[in-house]
């Protein structure tokens, strides 16, 4: 259960008046639905950016700064996080980083 109660419940809105009903609405569905979206994005773009360009090592170090993902414009979505390859020394950014 989750602060804005259950979803199938019928006092969904017990504690909120008419008023914050839409509020309420879209605070659930940010939580829920968009935040699906955005774990599903992320699994996508780690599983397609972990191995190094230059020997294929996933053994590597990041720095760990978090970016802003546009939900509306995904495809420009880049991780400009340092990485370095722990088995050839090679330096880059995460984005640069392959999945073969």
């Given at each position: 259960m989750t602060r804005y109660g259950k979803?199938?419940?019928l006092n969904f809105f017990e504690d909120s008046n008419k008023d914050n009903?839409?509020?309420n609405i879209?605070?659930?569905i940010e939580e829920h639905i968009m935040?699906?979206?955005r774990e599903t994005?992320?699994?996508r773009y780690n599983a397609a950016h972990r191995r190094c360009?230059?020997?294929?090592s996933t053994h590597n170090t990041?720095?760990?700064v978090a970016k802003v993902l546009d939900l509306e414009n995904k495809d420009s979505y880049r991780d400009t996080n340092n990485a370095i390859c722990v088995d050839c020394?090679?330096?880059?950014?995460?984005h640069d980083l392959t999945n073969e």
């Open positions: 979803i199938d419940d009903e839409m509020d879209k605070d659930y935040g699906r979206d994005f992320f699994k360009p230059e020997c294929g990041q720095t760990l020394g090679w330096n880059g950014i995460v």
